[in-house]
């Protein structure tokens, strides 16, 4: 008998690219690498492929160099790195654990604002949370009185995208924000106001949930803002670890960190080494490693199948740790980019071995 399978759950464009060996940021090689230590064989399928009557699936394997079609059960562990917003798409994620079938990562698309409720639970936590309320024009103005610089972002979106920053200024306010919510967008707009609320961002309030938060005091590299994309996931033992920990710097033209919005990728090491000798890095890392772990542990009792996410976590000139949002589909290919070949890769390895303590029946 062979190796079992275990799922991959992917969306179409890389479901698509896969015989073409076009599988732009994901490295599923190293999904095979790690199949073959572990003694198990990665399948990649998107939510369609499944027949719900009969839980057969229709999925790319590898067989050599190629990837070939192959109709098999539906595997009993699955990964998803899909990425599903109706509801239609959870319901029959539900139907598949319902008979069965281990799903972790089930939903991957969490409301930032859900994020925070659920960690302001833990006393230990809320004090690295920053000032956060649903985006109504009263919260608007309440955060306005108190803070002097405030980040307005999109409850559902990623890699920065519809992002806006509003800062006060002598004369009142100014609301710096992108032109579209698109990721290669490019032009960024501004205009100053005093009492009344710019009607482009009333506008925007009214077209879909945003959340305001208190601007973090984030420490700098090279004069510019710079936060942490910390990959913590569950591995071979089932407990959650540390893969990595990538910084991302901010352009000089713009406030995000994102590395689709013009960021760029260090190291912490590097970033500690230049601007902050004072710190002690052994006590920085372990602090961050701490508490981001304490963030997953205590997002997994509140959230079904949590394994594998992506914290961005910024910290101040003294080291303490800041959060600024977890996300359930890590793109981790920042740490290629920072040329942190280990931990990109281990990023891989760390769900194949879960996949194979949860297929041991642990």
């Given at each position: ?264 990728v260090r190291t912490l090491s590097e970033i500690l080494a230049a601007e902050y000798p004072m ?84």
């Open positions: 008998m062979g190796n079992p399978y275990v799922g991959i759950l992917i969306n179409d464009s890389l479901f698509e690219g896969i015989p073409k060996g076009k599988t732009k940021y994901e490295a599923i090689h190293y999904y095979s690498e790690a199949g073959k230590e572990f003694g198990i064989v990665p399948c990649y399928f998107r939510i369609h492929d499944v027949k719900l009557d009969t839980l057969k699936v229709n999925a790319y394997v590898q067989h050599g160099d190629r990837y070939i079609l192959t109709w098999m059960d539906l595997p009993k562990v699955i990964h998803n790195r899909a990425i599903y917003l109706d509801h239609m798409s959870y319901q029959q994620l539900e139907s598949w654990t319902k008979r069965g079938i281990i799903l972790f990562n089930r939903w991957n698309r969490y409301s930032k604002l859900l994020i925070h409720q659920l960690l302001m639970k833990d006393e230990f936590l809320r004090p690295h949370l920053p000032g956060t309320y649903p985006a109504t024009l009263n919260n608007l103005k309440t955060m306005m009185d108190a803070y002097d610089s405030l980040i307005i972002k999109p409850t559902n979106s990623s890699v920065g995208r519809g992002v806006m920053k509003m800062d006060r200024i002598q004369t009142g306010w100014k609301l710096i924000y992108p032109q579209s919510m698109k990721i290669s967008n490019k032009i960024w707009r501004s205009v100053q106001f005093n009492h009344k609320l710019p009607l482009v961002l009333q506008k925007k309030l009214r077209s879909r949930a945003y959340m305001i938060q208190q601007r973090l005091p984030l420490a700098t590299f090279d004069g510019r803002p710079f936060d942490l994309r910390i990959s913590v996931q569950r591995g071979a033992g089932g407990e959650w670890g540390i893969t990595g920990i990538v910084a991302k710097v901010a352009s000089r033209k713009l406030f995000l960190t994102n590395v689709a919005q013009g960021g760029e710190l002690d890095p052994t006590i920085v890392y372990q602090q961050i490693s701490d508490f981001s772990l304490r963030v997953a542990n205590h997002l997994c009792k509140e959230l079904p199948q949590l394994a594998d996410i992506g914290l961005d976590i910024g910290i101040t000139k003294d080291g303490f740790p800041l959060f600024i949002e977890c996300n359930g589909k890590d793109q981790r290919y920042s740490f290629r980019e920072a040329n942190m070949r280990n931990e990109w890769k281990s990023t891989y390895y760390n769900p194949i071995a879960y996949a194979k303590y949860l297929l041991n029946g642990s």
